[in-house]
């Protein structure tokens, strides 16, 4: 549930900063299969993964993170 949360939240900022999924995956140094699952909520975002994400998209941690 938590991982589909921050799957949507990724997937709404990446689509907002116009970025596909394969150009994103590149720019954060992953797989696009990856990317794709912590998109679908079949993966949950490490640390490392949700600050590398934010900073690709120029935002806060706070702004991606998905509310309570």
């Known amino acids: 549930m938590e991982a589909e949360k921050w799957g949507r939240r990724i997937r709404?900022?990446?689509k907002l900063k116009g970025f596909t999924q394969?150009?994103?995956a590149k720019e954060l140094g992953v797989s696009v299969s990856i990317?794709?699952?912590?998109?679908?909520?079949?993966?949950m975002p490490s640390e490392?993964?949700?600050?590398?994400v934010a900073e690709a998209l120029n935002v806060?941690?706070?702004?991606?993170t998905?509310?309570?």
């Open 22 to 24: 394969e150009s994103f």
């Open 12 to 14: 709404a900022f990446r």
């Open 66 to 68: 998905p509310e309570e």
């Open 35 to 43: 990317l794709g699952e912590v998109e679908r909520g079949n993966r």
């Open 60 to 64: 806060s941690v706070k702004d991606i």
């Open 48 to 52: 490392e993964f949700i600050n590398s």
